[in-house]
C-alpha cells in the first residue's frame, strides 16, 4: 500500500512509525537477536534493497529543509520512503515499492543565515522545504530507507537520488549534543548503556560474561525520541563483563542490515576488538598505586616552555635488551626505570626536556593484538631482501604508526601484556603515565579524529555501521571524502564534534594526558576546536595545550566549508600549528621531492650555495642562499606576523610580507601557536635527507655536526619545540621516506648508542622505489655512515643545546610583543655573511632571563666564519656557561669561539652553535 501525503499525512506518518515496533518484521528481529550475538558474521541483511544503490546527491539542510545541487525546480518533487528498503526508482516509470511519499515545495524564500554558512560547499539547485510534517514524524522518517524523486506530470520518474542527513540529524536531535553517558556506564548496582543511533529501527544490547564466551543475555534498547539515543539498563553487577550492539539499520544499496557492532564509546575492549568491555574508569581497581593523587610535573606555564619528544611506543623499548623480553614494545617497559631506554628519558629530562607526544596509544584497526608476526630479516647495506620481507608481512607483523583509529576512547591492545584482558591494558598505560612524570616528564598524546580506518560496511567500520552516512565528510554524489589517506570523518557535524570532544576530555582525565596534537588538523573548524580548549579547561581546571598539522587542502581548503584549525585561520586562538617555513629551508625541497630534486634541492643546514653536491652544481645561488636565511630568521622569530626585520634586500618589512609559495611566512599572533621542527615521524629523517644532500665526501663527524644545526634551530627558535625521537643519536630509518608500516626493522633506536641502523637494506619499494637509483650509491657510501664516538657526541650536543633553552626564558618568550622588543637579528641584510644566523636578545628585567644579554651565533659554513655587530663594541659578553664547561660535547666551541668587544667581532667554527651571554 502506498500512502498518499495530503490530508492524510500525519496518519499515515503515525502507521509507517507504528509499522517499526508492530509488523511481523519487526517481531521477527526480535526472535533472531541471541543467536545473531553469537553469529561469527558482523552484519545481516534483513531485508534486501529491491531497487539499485542511488547516489546521495541531495543534502538536508535542516529537519524541513533540503537541496537537490543541480537540479532546477522545475517539476513536482516527491521524498517516497519504505522500512523495508523496498522503493524502486526507474527513469520514465513511476515509483514502485513505497510505502509513502510526501509531496515537496519548492522554496521561493531565503535560507537562514546559520544553514547558508553551513551549506556553503553545496552548490545551486533545487531548494525544497517539507511541509505539515511534525518533527517527531520526520523523525521517523530518517529511520527507513528515502528516495527524493523529481517526476513530470504523470508521476513518471525524471531523476531519482537518496539525501545526506546530518543537516537533518543534527536538527531534529540538538539535545544529543548534551548526552552525558554515551557507552555503559557500570554502577555497583546496575549497568546503564546508551549509543546514539537515531536511523536504527531498532537497537538489541548482547551481553557476554567473558571475551570468548557465548552470549548470556540480549534484550532490546529503548529509543529516546528526543535525542536520538537508545538505552538498557541491566540489573545486578556487569563490570568486567563484554557487550555489543545489534543495531538494524536502512544501508543505501543493501537494504535493512542487522549491524553486529561494538560500540563507539568503549573504553575498552577484548583482543582484536571483538567485544567491548564494561568498565568504570572511576573506579580504584584499574589505577596503579598512587594514581589518583598523582600529579603531572608543573614544568610548562605557558605553551612555549614546551619540549617535545615525539616517541612510539614500540619504537621505544623494541629492540632495548636491557628491558625484560615480556615488556620489550609495550607500555610497562615504560616502568623499567633503570632500562637504557629510560635512562635516555631520563637524561632528556634533566637537561630540559619538558614533554613526551606519544603517536597514538588508541585502539587502532591493524595491527593484530594476538598473534602478530615478527619477520626474519637479513641481507646487505642496499640489499632488497630486507623490505621485501617486511612487505610480505605487513599486514601481519606487530608494528605500524597508528594512524587507523577503529575506536577512539580505548587504549591500543597491542602495547599491553594481555590484549584480551580489557582491564589491562588500562591499568597498564596508566602505569606508564606515572612513570614518565615520576622522571620529570608530562605526557602528551598523537590523536586523529580526522578520519578512520574504514567506513561502510566494512568489518572494522564501526562509526558508519551505526548510523550510516553521518560521521563521515561526503562529497557531492554521497561517497566518503579521502583527502587524508583514508575515510574522512566530518567533526563539522555536531555528534561527530561531540565524539571528538567527549574523547579528548576522557584522556585528559583518565588518562592524565597533558597536551594533544592533533593530525590532519586543518580538516576541523576552528569552532570546534575552541569550544573543546574551553570545555578541558572549565571541567578540568587546567590549561591542556593544543598543537597539530594546519594543512590547508583536499575538500575542506581554504575555507570552502567551514573556518578551518588551518595554519592561516588560527590567529588567536592560542593552537599551535606546525611550521613548514623553518623546516623546508632548513632541509631544503620540499615534501614531495623525488629523484634527483631529493638531490638536488639543498637548503641552509645542508650546503645550498656554500657547499654544493655534484647534482646541485651552481644551480643554487648566493641570492638563494641570503633569501633561504631570511626564512629561517622567520622561524626563529616564532613565525610572528608583525615583527620587524631587515630582509636580503636591505628593506625592512614585516614577516608577513615575506612570500612562503604564495603564502604569508610570518602566520601567526603569538607565539604559542607555532610549533617549530626539522623532524618528525612523516618524511625523512633528518639524517637521511643529509644523506642525499650534503656532498658525498662530507665526513661521518660533519654529518653529526649538521644534525645538532638543525636541531639548535628549533631550540632557538621561539614558540614551541619539537623533536623526533632519536634526532639526537643520529635516527636513520635507512633512507625510508615513510616507514608508517615498515615494521621493526626501519623504526629501531638503538639506546646503546653503537648504531643508527644506516645502510641497513633499501627502503620499501612502494614508497621508495623511485628513489632507489640515489639510495643505493648513498647505503654503499661507508663515510656517511656514523660511528659511536659521533652519536656519543650528537647525544651529548643535543643535551647541551636542552640545557641552553631552558636555561634562560629568552627562548620561550611568551608574547609577539616580548618577541619584538627583545629579539633583534645581527648580521642581516644585502652584505650579511650568508651562512651565520645571529641574533641577541635582550633579558634586561625579564623573569627568568638570568642573563641581562644573549647573544646566538649558528655558523652553518663547512669553514669558521666571523660578523661584525658594531653596536655590541664594548659589551660584556662571554660564553655560556654550558658551553664553557669542560664537559661541553663541543670542545671547539669552548677553545675557538670568542667576542672582542673592542671590534664588536664574533669568530666561530665550522658547523658550529655559539651562545654568548651578559650578566
Known amino acids: 500500500m502506498r500512502w498518499k501525503f495530503g490530508v492524510s499525512s500525519f496518519s499515515a506518518i503515525a502507521l509507517v512509525v507504528a509499522s517499526f515496533s508492530t509488523t511481523a518484521f519487526s517481531e521477527r528481529l526480535r526472535d533472531a537477536a541471541l543467536s545473531d550475538c553469537n553469529s561469527e558474521a558482523f552484519a545481516q541483511t534483513l531485508s534486501r534493497q529491491v531497487g539499485d544503490r542511488l547516489d546521495a546527491r541531495a543534502i538536508w539542510f535542516s529537519a524541513t529543509t533540503l537541496r537537490w545541487p543541480g537540479v532546477s525546480g522545475e517539476g513536482a518533487f516527491r521524498l517516497y520512503f519504505s522500512n523495508a528498503a523496498s522503493v524502486v526508482a526507474t527513469v520514465g516509470k513511476t515509483v514502485e515499492g513505497a510505502e509513502g511519499d510526501i509531496p515537496l515545495k519548492v522554496r521561493s524564500t531565503a535560507l537562514p543565515a546559520p544553514l547558508n554558512e553551513r551549506f556553503r560547499h553545496v552548490d545551486a539547485g533545487a531548494t525544497l522545504d517539507v511541509p505539515n510534517v511534525s518533527r517527531s514524524q520526520l523523525a521517523a522518517l530518517h529511520r527507513a530507507q528515502l528516495v527524493l524523486v523529481r517526476e513530470d506530470g504523470n508521476r513518471r520518474v525524471i531523476a531519482a537520488t537518496t539525501l545526506q542527513s546530518p543537516g537533518a540529524l543534527d536538527d531534529l536531535y540538538a539535545e544529543a549534543a548534551s548526552l552525558t553517558a554515551l557507552g555503559a556506564t557500570a554502577q555497583r548496582k546496575q549497568t546503564a548503556f546508551q549509543v546514539w543511533a537515531p536511523t536504527a529501527q531498532r537497537v538489541s544490547l548482547c551481553v557476554f560474561d567473558s571475551p570468548t564466551s557465548a552470549a548470556s543475555a540480549t534484550l532490546p534498547m529503548k529509543f529516546q525520541a528526543s535525542n536520538g539515543a537508545w538505552s538498557a539498563k541491566l540489573r545486578g553487577q556487569f563490570e568486567g563483563k563484554y557487550y555489543l550492539y545489534l543495531v538494524d539499520v536502512w544501508v543505501n544499496g543493501v537494504g535493512i542490515v542487522r549491524n553486529r557492532v561494538t560500540d563507539p564509546y568503549s573504553v575498552s575492549l577484548s583482543a582484536d576488538s571483538k567485544r567491548s568491555a564494561i568498565i568504570d574508569l572511576n573506579d580504584a581497581k584499574y589505577a596503579p598505586h598512587g594514581w589518583k593523587n598523582a600529579a603531572a610535573p608543573q614544568r610548562v606555564k605557558h605553551p612555549t616552555d614546551m619540549t617535545i619528544y615525539e616517541l612510539h611506543v614500540r619504537d621505544f623499548s623494541i629492540n632495548d635488551a636491557t628491558v625484560s623480553a615480556a615488556n620489550r614494545g609495550k607500555y610497562l617497559a615504560f616502568t623499567e626505570q633503570q632500562s637504557n631506554g629510560m635512562r635516555h628519558l631520563q637524561a632528556l629530562s634533566r637537561a630540559g626536556m619538558t614533554d613526551i607526544h606519544l603517536l597514538p596509544v588508541f585502539d587502532l584497526a591493524t595491527v593484530p593484538e594476538q598473534g602478530c608476526v615478527s619477520p626474519t630479516i637479513q641481507g646487505g647495506a642496499s640489499s632488497e631482501a630486507q623490505q621485501a620481507a617486511v612487505i610480505a608481512t605487513k599486514d601481519r607483523d606487530c608494528y605500524n604508526w597508528g594512524y587507523d583509529p577503529l575506536h577512539f576512547n580505548a587504549p591500543e591492545g597491542s602495547f599491553a601484556s594481555d590484549a584480551m584482558n580489557a582491564a589491562q591494558r588500562i591499568i597498564e598505560l596508566r602505569r606508564m603515565v606515572q612513570s614518565l612524570n615520576a622522571i620529570g616528564l608530562r605526557v602528551g598524546m598523537d590523536v586523529v579524529y580526522n578520519h578512520m580506518s574504514s567506513s561502510g560496511q566494512n568489518e572494522k567500520s564501526v562509526l558508519d555501521r551505526v548510523v550510516p552516512g553521518y560521521y563521515h565528510r561526503l562529497n557531492a554524489d554521497g561517497k566518503v571524502e579521502m583527502s587524508t ?435
Open 485 to 919: 589517506c583514508c575515510d574522512n570523518t566530518a567533526t563539522e557535524h555536531m555528534m561527530m564534534e561531540k565524539l571528538m570532544s567527549d574523547s579528548v576530555l576522557l584522556w585528559a582525565k583518565h588518562y592524565k594526558m597533558d597536551s594533544f596534537r592533533f593530525d590532519l588538523m586543518g580538516h576541523q573548524p576552528r569552532a570546534a576546536m575552541e569550544r573543546l580548549q574551553q570545555r578541558l579547561k572549565t571541567e578540568l581546571g587546567r590549561d591542556i595545550q593544543f598543537i597539530g598539522e594546519g594543512w590547508n587542502f583536499g575538500e575542506v581548503e581554504n575555507g570552502k566549508r567551514f573556518k578551518q584549525a588551518s595554519q592561516l585561520s588560527l590567529n588567536g586562538s592560542g593552537i599551535g600549528t606546525f611550521t613548514d617555513r623553518g623546516r623546508d629551508a632548513a632541509r631544503g625541497g620540499g615534501y614531495g621531492d623525488n629523484a634527483e630534486a631529493l638531490v638536488r634541492n639543498q637548503g641552509f643546514l645542508n650546503g645550498m650555495h656554500y657547499d654544493p653536491n655534484a647534482l646541485a652544481g651552481t644551480s643554487q645561488s648566493r641570492e638563494d642562499l641570503v633569501r633561504t636565511a631570511d626564512m629561517i630568521r622567520v622561524g626563529l622569530a616564532g613565525s610572528i606576523r608583525d615583527y620587524s626585520m631587515k630582509n636580503y634586500r636591505d628593506q625592512i618589512v614585516t614577516l608577513e610580507t615575506i612570500d612562503y609559495n604564495g603564502a604569508p611566512a610570518g602566520y601567526v599572533t603569538q607565539p604559542g601557536e607555532v610549533v617549530n621542527y626539522v623532524e618528525n615521524h612523516d618524511n625523512e629523517t633528518l639524517f637521511d635527507l643529509n644523506a642525499y644532500k650534503l656532498p658525498l665526501n662530507t665526513t661521518s663527524e660533519d654529518r653529526a655536526r649538521v644534525q645538532i644545526l638543525g636541531a639548535a634551530l628549533t631550540a632557538f627558535s621561539q614558540g614551541v619545540a619539537y623533536f623526533h625521537a632519536g634526532i639526537d643519536v643520529l635516527r636513520s630509518k635507512s633512507m625510508d621516506r615513510n616507514s608508517y608500516d615498515s615494521g621493526d626493522w626501519f623504526n629501531r633506536l638503538d639506546w646503546t648508542y653503537q648504531d643508527n641502523y644506516f645502510a641497513t637494506g633499501l627502503p620499501r619499494k612502494d614508497d621508495n622505489g623511485s628513489n632507489w637509483a640515489m639510495i643505493e650509491p648513498r647505503l654503499n657510501t661507508s663515510t656517511i655512515k656514523p660511528s659511536a664516538k659521533d652519536i656519543a657526541w650528537s647525544r651529548d650536543a643535543f643535551r647541551d643545546l636542552l640545557r641552553i633553552r631552558s636555561s634562560t626564558s629568552l627562548f620561550r618568550l611568551r608574547s609577539a610583543a616580548e618577541i619584538k622588543q627583545r629579539l633583534t637579528f645581527l648580521n642581516t641584510g644585502s652584505q650579511q655573511v650568508p651562512t651565520v644566523v645571529a641574533a641577541r636578545l635582550d633579558g634586561a628585567n625579564y623573569p627568568g632571563a638570568n642573563f641581562k644579554a644573549l647573544v646566538y651565533v649558528i655558523n652553518v659554513d663547512k669553514v669558521p666564519q666571523q660578523i661584525v655587530v658594531s653596536d655590541l663594541k664594548g659589551a660584556a659578553l662571554t660564553l655560556h656557561p654550558v658551553l664553557a664547561s669542560n664537559e661541553a660535547s663541543d670542545q671547539r666551541i669552548r677553545t675557538e669561539a670568542l667576542f672582542e668587544p673592542s671590534a664588536g667581532v664574533f669568530k666561530v667554527p665550522a658547523r658550529s652553535v655559539s651562545v654568548f651571554v651578559g650578566r
